[in-house]
């Protein structure tokens, strides 16, 4: 295979040579454990505490509402179920999204047999949610309101300031989480801005190695620890810590936070390059999500007439990778869950493609991405019986994609 070419980033990114380097020292020489009190223990502690420092840095928050565990979906549940377990005697509703990740679908799912109740808020045709609908929502006994920050999937992006306005004026003492696990790194993050509770990111998101997560806990929030057993995380996460894993961790979010404006110029370049040449080149093709508020790396479009799948292999037979959405539920021969929940029907949600850039991705890449997909489309169509017996109609797929490279907006 001549070409090796990555569009795969919101699934999972590369470790980056700065993380990597970091982390290797944790693997031999400096073997201990950080809570020793000899030496062999201190400076693994500090090592920890200063990538501690470094993630509290990237989302604007203090080092002591950081919690190190083992990744995104680990901080999703650690939010919800503590904060279910820590409030329930106030309430059981929770109120969260149908396009959620499903590290937040099936955790609130699980809770059903705890007695919760759950409400899931809608998206329109764009991917986003309507406002009026969440603040009707909202009761005295709901306790807690989890809403992603940005959709894995389609990449639009959720005004998660005005929503935790909304929750809080109609009920103070409401909890509010969002999962930012595919924003970190490619959009600023204030947590003091937000005003969010309760907030998960992961490091395989932004170059940081697997198996290494991070949960903000408010300070003054209480929640209900996930895992028993030491005092590792201020009691809040027990087991010995995943020291390597942490310290890239660390290092690949003190390097994001310096990189995020410039980075997020030149993905929006290369994504509207992308998208403007595929839907000038190819019929029959459909954008999902909004065209302005969404990540700057992320495009998801629907081919007409052809499986997803199909694209996905004959890309991959020329060296590209790509996803039909979350890495997740890719063993699943169900369509997208969020794409039918923004009302696309089973055969164009089947024939959706993700394509998610990063920082290694090329323009070179982009351009020969555009070169190869349209006779990939053409050749699939050409087997297709629909396509086939398609009647003479409009193209009413067609959009318009957005050219402001800096903000992503229009």
């Not at 369509?335 to 039918?340: D, G």
């Not at 009647?391 to 009413?396: F, N, Q, W």
């Amino acid at each position: 295979m001549e070409h090796k070419i990555y569009f795969d980033n919101n699934a999972t990114t590369p470790v980056r040579k700065e993380a990597y380097e970091k982390m290797l020292p944790f693997l031999t020489e400096h073997f201990g454990n950080p809570s020793s009190v000899h030496w062999a223990g201190r400076n693994v502690h500090q090592a920890i505490e200063e990538a501690r420092s470094n993630v509290a840095g990237l989302l604007n928050a203090t080092d002591k509402e950081i919690v190190f565990n083992a990744g995104g979906s680990e901080s999703d549940n650690h939010a919800i179920k503590g904060a279910f377990f820590a409030n329930k005697q106030r309430g059981r509703h929770i109120i969260t999204t149908s396009v959620e990740h499903p590290a937040v679908l099936e955790t609130v799912k699980d809770l059903k047999k705890f007695g919760a109740e759950v409400t899931f808020l809608g998206v329109d045709e764009n991917g986003e949610l309507d406002l009026g609908e969440l603040e009707k929502a909202v009761r005295p006994d709901t306790i807690l309101v989890s809403v992603m920050y940005a959709n894995n999937e389609t990449g639009v992006i959720f005004p998660i300031k005005e929503i935790t306005r909304i929750v809080k004026k109609k009920n103070p003492e409401t909890l509010v989480h969002t999962d930012a696990v595919q924003v970190a790194g490619k959009e600023r993050i204030d947590v003091l801005d937000l005003g969010v509770d309760l907030l998960s990111i992961s490091g395989h998101k932004l170059y940081a190695p697997k198996g290494v997560g991070a949960l903000y806990i408010k300070r003054g929030i209480r929640i209900e620890r996930l895992i028993s057993g030491g005092h590792q995380e201020r009691n809040r996460r027990a087991g010995t810590e995943n020291v390597a894993s942490i310290v890239a961790f660390g290092e690949a979010a003190r390097l994001a936070a310096d990189e995020i404006e410039e980075e997020k110029k030149r993905l929006s370049y290369l994504r509207d390059k992308l998208e403007n040449a595929i839907l000038e080149k190819i019929p029959y093709v459909k954008l999902n999500g909004h065209k302005a508020h969404r990540l700057c790396n992320t495009t998801n479009l629907s081919f007409r007439y052809v499986e997803g799948e199909g694209i996905l292999l004959s890309l991959d037979m020329v060296g590209i990778a790509a996803s039909s959405g979350s890495a997740c539920t890719s063993g699943s021969l169900d369509p997208s869950h969020v794409l039918l929940a923004m009302g696309l029907d089973h055969e164009t949600a089947h024939g959706s493609v993700r394509i998610s850039l990063g920082r290694f991705n090329t323009e070179e890449e982009i351009d020969y991405l555009i070169r190869e997909l349209p006779p990939i489309i053409e050749r699939l169509r050409q087997m297709s019986p629909l396509y086939n017996r398609r009647p003479d109609e409009p193209e009413p797929f067609r959009v318009e994609t957005c050219h402001n490279h800096e903000h992503g907006e229009e």
